[in-house]
Each structure stands twice: as structure tokens, then as C-alpha cells.
């Protein structure tokens, strides 16, 4: 059973199947599609096979001819070559091109189908546009490759009548050729070629000027772009050397200053300068190795004197005119490193303003010399684009020359190499894979139209069909009983008293609405039955019908008057529909209290404002799909407004599915079922003609117990 019946919140179960099992659509199962739709799959097979085989057996022999045109590459002959001629392959293929496209011209084919010969090739009361557009059509002209040869060829039944047409073609092509010349006049050729001597002139001339300017402004070649200009290498060098000698200048300066001004900063940077200076002095280094030595005598002689002796005394003033010595020269060092710091650095930056006054005054020379060039630099520039201008304007003016001697020396080079001759045999025939092949066309094509009209069904047959439309799986599958022997359906029905039961047992469900998804499907039989043999597991139930469940709960004619502005009803009349109302509801919950389990029948869900207020009151809601007759859409539809409603509990069954339309996983659940109940003593059929008793609703809820 699917436990979407346990479900007790407004949140309808959904199928634990997999994400792309769902998406994948209806799968093409061929042999289920062939099932339901064996006519039509038979049908149009036996109709597409009998198309085949009648198109197969009517094909008459098919003949093909061709004809060769040989084009010699051609070989322009220019004023500068010595050899005598010269060869383009890529303007011969683009004139190879212009000739296959020439051939299919229609006054080409018109000369052609204008002659005596071709008559036999023409439709009897056919025009000659639509002669022309038939030939261009059946017509095939390309060139065989690696070769100068173009083929014309032509197919079809009358082998003498396609000879004689690609014959005329070809003639009315070559007869074109000759007569339609594509080169240009004599005139024109000399225009072209004073054209080309001007630009040559001119570029000559240039070229003398450009070299004397190269000469002028010392520059080899002042085309090359890789070339730089030689001012602008000199100055950039004296830029590069001026602002490198300003930042040494700038440098030698400032350490000047720091230590010939006056003041305690600049005092301060001379002794610290001085004292790294005189650090490093070899005379100062011995004075203080030398003290060093006479003061560790007299402080080994002090140590075992006391400070009242003599002696310790006079090694006492010897220490201290020691210091006074040793002072006094550290400071005559300093002081002669400290002159000669400032002379160094002066000296420092009297040279680098020295260097910096040349560069500036050679970088000023430089760039006048520089200035008065630019004129013979931008003239050089000028020189150069204008030699590209006439030099490209030269290249095209020789292209075109030549050109127009390729194309007025090949009229005479293209004739007919081998003409086209009635063919002896006919190509091979497809008649054989056409009959061979019918066959299996039809077959293909009636299983794609079994499976397109199955696509296209609306309606559920089986419970995958269900599942997919509602996205769980419905709680009972329950066949047809015309096609199963009533023990049969027997045991199916146990599947879905199974499906109440633990609804019951697990859920606590004792309310059940059963309805129809769609219009017109009769459900009383399938739920007597069910009570019928729920009753046999010691169930008390009971069977009413939704609609009079609700029938109290419309406003009487005295509320419906005052609804409608009539003025003199009562007030205690106006609330009278409230109490009935509530009454019912309570009458409703007696009505469950008094028995086990409590069906509601109610018209299909889609249509019945009764069923809605119903399934709102129940503990499950079971949507009954009839096989064959219920559509995905109106499962989908009535899921939707379950969901809406917010019902506690949904489940699904199908009903009548019929043996024709079901899977084989089914067929093969009722053949077993029908083998073991074979096997089995005969027991109480179920009697789904029976109706089942219902209780009428009064007012009175005392009344309602099984009898």
C-alpha cells in the first residue's frame, strides 16, 4: 500500500521515484504502444509496405550520361616576362567557377532545348520556362577534380533522349564562349598600361627624393619603421645623461650643505661624518693601543695600593693626563677629517654642476639642430606613405592588366573533349532495397504511429500512468470484472481493504470520502464491495452519500428570500442556517462515532461543491481513476484542488483496468492469482452489481447505526 494514505497534513505525498524517471515523459515502450493500438499500428504499416512495393515494382530502368569539356588553364603574358608566360592557379579555379555557373544560364539551356534533338526529352504540352527549370534541376555540372576537365551530366529513362540533350548544352555553351568575349578592348588595355607607366614615373621620383633626404638627415633607408629617427636617438641619450648628472648634482649639493651650514643639525651631521672618518685612522688606532696598554699597567698597580699611597696617587694623575692625551688627539683627527670632508664634498658639487651645465648647454644645441630637421623628417614621412599609396595602386593596375589578358585569350581554349553517348545499361537499380525494405518501413513507421498516438492519449490505462500524473503511486490497481473470474477480483479488492486497514490501525483514519476524478464514472459498486469485505475483519461501517450528507447545509427559502432583499423575514428565521448548519457538523461526527469506519461517496471531485466540504471533514480523501475513461488532466486537476482544500490524507485507486491495456507486470500478477485460486476450494464471489444499503440522513442523529 502507498503510505501517501498515512499522510496527515495539508501536504499532499509526493512519489519517492526518481527525478529523472519522472522527467523522462511516456518511454517508448513499444510493445505496450502495439498492444493498444494494434489497428492503427497495422494499418499504417500494411498501407506504407504497400506504397513501397508499389513504387518499387513501378521504377523503370534509370540511365545516366555525361559529357567532358576540357578549359586549358590559360597563361598571361606580361611586358617583364622573359620566359614567355606565366600560370595563376587561384584566378584559374575562380574562372572554373564562373564557367559552372555560366553552363546553368538560362539562355544557355534555352539555345540547347531549342534544337531538333531535345524534343524527345521535352514533356508533351510542356512550356519551355518550365523545360528550363526541369533541365537546371536534372542537371549536373562540376569539374573533376585534380583535372581542366568540367562534366555536364544528365539521368533519366530515355537514354538517346539524355544524350542528345547534354550534347546541345555543351555546343550552346561552347557556341556562348566564343561569341559572348569577356576581355577588355585594346582601348582599354593601353589605358591601363599609361596608367601603369605614370605610377611607375612617379614612383621613381619619389624614391630619388626620399634617398637624398635619407643622405641629408644621415638615415640608410627611412622607410624601414624600424629605423629611428637620429635626433631623437641623440637627444633622448642627452635627456637620459642631463637628468642623471641633475640627480647627481642635486645629491653632491645636498650633502654639501648638511655640513657646511651653520647650525646644530649641520654641526651634528659634520662630527657624526668626521667620527666615522677618523674611526678608520691609523695613527689615532696605535695612540689608543698604546694608552690602552700603559693604563691596564697602571690599573694592575693601583689594584693592590690604597687610594692614601703615594704611588696610587701619581698612577692616578698619570691616568687622567692619559685620557687628556688620548682626547685631545681624537679630537685633532676629527677635526682634520672633517676639512676634508667638506673639501671632498665641494669638490663633488663643483663637478657635477660643471656636468650639468654641459649637458644642458649641448642638449640646447641638439634640439636647434633638431628642430631646423623636421620639415626633412616630415617630408621623408610623406614620401613614404605616398610610395605605398602608388606602389598598391601599381600592384592592382598590373592585376587588373593581367586579368584582362587571361580572359581575352580563353574563348579559344575551352572545346568539348568527350561528348556525351546513349548510355548501354542502365545504372543500378534500387528496386530491390525498395521492395526489400518495404517491409521493415512499414513495420518501423506503424510502432512510431502505435507510439505517437499512445503520446498523444489523454487517458491513464495502467498505474504508471498514475503515478506519473499524481507523482505517487495509486494505493490499489483493481481489474476489469468482466475480465476476471470473481475470486480474482476478490483477492484484488483484499489490496485495497489492506490500504483501509492500516489507514485505520496506523493513522487513525475512520472517515473516507471516495470520488471519481471525472465526470460520468460510477463508483457505488466498487465501494459496497469494499464495505461488504471490510465487514468480514469485524468492521463496522457505514455508507453515505456526500451529497446528503450535505443537503442541510443549504440556506432555506426564508434565507434565501431575505438574501435576495426581501425585508419582512424574521430575525430568528435569518439564524436559523447557521444552527442547521452546525448541526449537521455535529451530526456528522455522531454519524462517525456510532461505527468503525464511515464512507462517504460523493460525486466526482471536480464538480461537486458537496464532495469538497466532505473531503475537508474526512480523514482521507481516495480519488478513484477509472482505466480508459479518466484523463492525466483531471488527476492533475483534482490533486491541485486537494491541495488547495488542504486534506488530511490522499490516496489513489484505479479502477476496471482492462487485460488489453495492462502492463505485463500486471497480467502477470492476475495470471498467478489465477493459477493459485485454481488451486483453492471456491469461496464467496463478490457481487459488484449489489447495492449497498445507505442510511438517509434525519434529523435525528440517534438513527444512525448499522443494521
Same mark, same amino acid.
Do not use: C
Given at each position: 500500500m502507498?503510505?501517501?494514505i498515512l499522510k496527515q497534513s495539508p501536504e499532499i505525498p509526493r512519489d519517492q521515484s526518481s527525478d529523472s524517471e519522472r522527467s523522462g515523459g511516456f518511454s517508448l515502450d513499444l510493445k505496450r504502444s502495439f498492444k493498444m493500438h494494434k489497428t492503427l499500428a497495422i494499418s499504417v504499416a500494411v498501407g506504407i509496405s504497400v506504397v513501397l512495393l508499389a513504387y518499387g515494382l513501378s521504377r523503370r530502368p534509370y540511365y545516366e550520361t555525361h559529357a567532358l569539356i576540357y578549359v586549358q588553364p590559360v597563361k598571361a603574358k606580361l611586358t617583364t616576362d622573359n620566359t614567355g608566360a606565366t600560370y595563376d592557379p587561384a584566378r584559374y579555379d575562380t574562372y572554373i567557377n564562373q564557367q559552372l555557373q555560366t553552363i546553368t544560364r538560362t539562355d544557355i539551356l534555352a539555345e540547347a532545348l531549342s534544337k531538333p534533338a531535345t524534343v524527345k526529352w521535352r514533356f508533351p504540352q510542356e512550356t519551355d520556362d518550365a523545360a528550363i527549370d526541369r533541365l537546371r534541376t536534372n542537371l549536373k555540372v562540376e569539374r573533376d577534380q585534380g583535372s581542366y576537365q568540367l562534366s555536364i551530366t544528365l539521368a533519366g529513362s530515355d537514354p538517346e533522349a539524355i544524350a542528345d540533350v547534354v550534347n546541345a548544352v555543351s555546343e550552346a555553351y561552347i557556341h556562348g564562349e566564343r561569341s559572348d568575349e569577356l576581355a577588355q578592348s585594346d582601348q582599354q588595355l593601353q589605358i591601363l598600361k599609361t596608367e601603369r607607366d605614370r605610377l611607375r614615373n612617379n614612383l621613381s621620383s619619389d624614391r630619388q627624393e626620399q634617398a637624398a633626404l635619407s643622405a641629408a638627415l644621415g638615415v640608410a633607408d627611412t622607410t624601414n619603421p624600424e629605423v629611428t629617427n637620429p635626433f631623437d636617438v641623440t637627444l633622448t641619450d642627452l635627456r637620459a645623461q642631463l637628468a642623471a648628472a641633475t640627480a647627481q648634482h642635486a645629491i653632491a649639493a645636498a650633502q654639501f650643505a648638511s655640513v657646511s651650514q651653520t647650525g646644530s643639525d649641520s654641526s651634528a651631521g659634520l662630527r657624526a661624518a668626521a667620527e666615522d672618518a677618523s674611526a678608520n685612522d691609523p695613527g689615532l688606532a696605535a695612540l689608543k693601543q698604546t694608552i690602552s696598554q700603559r693604563r691596564s699597567v697602571l690599573v694592575s698597580q693601583m689594584a693592590g695600593l690604597t687610594p692614601k699611597n703615594p704611588l696610587y696617587k701619581q698612577d692616578q694623575d698619570e691616568l687622567t693626563r692619559l685620557d687628556q692625551w688620548l682626547d685631545a688627539a681624537a679630537t685633532e683627527v676629527r677635526t682634520k677629517a672633517a676639512r676634508q670632508l667638506q673639501e671632498k664634498l665641494r669638490l663633488d658639487?663643483?663637478?657635477?654642476?660643471?656636468l650639468q651645465s654641459r649637458l644642458e648647454g649641448e642638449l640646447a644645441q641638439k634640439t636647434a639642430v633638431a628642430s631646423g630637421a623636421t620639415p626633412k623628417l616630415q617630408r621623408a614621412a610623406d614620401l613614404v606613405m605616398d610610395i605605398t599609396r602608388l606602389q598598391t595602386h601599381f600592384t592592382e593596375i598590373d592585376s587588373a592588366i593581367n586579368a584582362i589578358e587571361l580572359e581575352k585569350n580563353t574563348s579559344g581554349l575551352v572545346h568539348i573533349l568527350l561528348p556525351a553517348a546513349p548510355p548501354s545499361k542502365p545504372k543500378a537499380s534500387k528496386k530491390i532495397f525498395i521492395i526489400g525494405g518495404a517491409v521493415p518501413l512499414g513495420i518501423l513507421f506503424g510502432l512510431m504511429a502505435a507510439v505517437l498516438s499512445m503520446k498523444m492519449d489523454p487517458r491513464v490505462y495502467i498505474a504508471e500512468d498514475v503515478s506519473r500524473a499524481l507523482d505517487f503511486k495509486p494505493m490499489a490497481v483493481l481489474p476489469h470484472h468482466r475480465d476476471v473470474k470473481s475470486s480474482? !477480483?476478490?483477492?484484488? +479488492?483484499?489490496?485495497?481493504?489492506?490500504?483501509?486497514?492500516?489507514?485505520h490501525r496506523t493513522g487513525g483514519a475512520r472517515t473516507f470520502v471516495f470520488t471519481a476524478a471525472s465526470s460520468g464514472s460510477s463508483i457505488s459498486k466498487m465501494v459496497a464491495a469494499l464495505a461488504r469485505k471490510i465487514e468480514r475483519f469485524g468492521y463496522t461501517t457505514l455508507i453515505v452519500d456526500a451529497a446528503e450528507v450535505m443537503k442541510h447545509v443549504a440556506l432555506p427559502k426564508d434565507e434565501m428570500a431575505y438574501l435576495m432583499g426581501d425585508g419582512q423575514v424574521s430575525k430568528s428565521s435569518r439564524i436559523a442556517p447557521a444552527r442547521r448548519e452546525?448541526?449537521?457538523?455535529?451530526?456528522?461526527?455522531? !454519524? =462517525?462515532?456510532?461505527v468503525d469506519l464511515l464512507f462517504i461517496e460523493g460525486l466526482p471531485l471536480l464538480s461537486s461543491a458537496e464532495t469538497e466540504f466532505a473531503a475537508r471533514l474526512s480523514d482521507i480523501t481516495i480519488l478513484v481513476a477509472e482505466s480508459e475513461k479518466t484523463t492525466r488532466g483531471e488527476l492533475t486537476n483534482a490533486l491541485?484542488?486537494?491541495? =488547495?482544500?488542504?486534506?488530511?490524507?490522499? /490516496? /489513489? #485507486?484505479?479502477?476496471? *483496468?482492462?487485460? #488489453?491495456? /495492462? &502492463? $505485463?507486470?500486471?497480467?502477470?500478477?492476475?495470471?498467478?492469482?489465477?493459477? =493459485?485460486?485454481? %488451486? +483453492?476450494?471456491?469461496?464467496?464471489?463478490? &457481487?459488484?452489481?449489489?447495492? /449497498? %444499503? =445507505?442510511?438517509?440522513?434525519?434529523? $435525528?442523529?440517534? *438513527?444512525?447505526s448499522r443494521k
Open positions: 502507498n503510505a501517501a658639487a663643483n663637478r657635477t654642476a660643471t480474482v !477480483m476478490d483477492e484484488f +479488492m483484499l489490496r485495497l481493504v489492506a490500504g483501509v486497514d492500516q489507514a452546525n448541526f449537521n457538523i455535529g451530526n456528522f461526527s455522531r !454519524m =462517525r462515532s456510532n491541485e484542488l486537494l491541495k =488547495r482544500l488542504g486534506v488530511p490524507g490522499v /490516496a /489513489a #485507486v484505479l479502477s476496471k *483496468v482492462k487485460t #488489453v491495456h /495492462a &502492463d $505485463d507486470e500486471f497480467l502477470s500478477v492476475i495470471h498467478d492469482v489465477e493459477t =493459485r485460486q485454481s %488451486e +483453492m476450494p471456491e469461496q464467496e464471489p463478490i &457481487d459488484f452489481e449489489a447495492k /449497498a %444499503e =445507505r442510511i438517509p440522513l434525519r434529523d $435525528d442523529p440517534e *438513527v444512525y
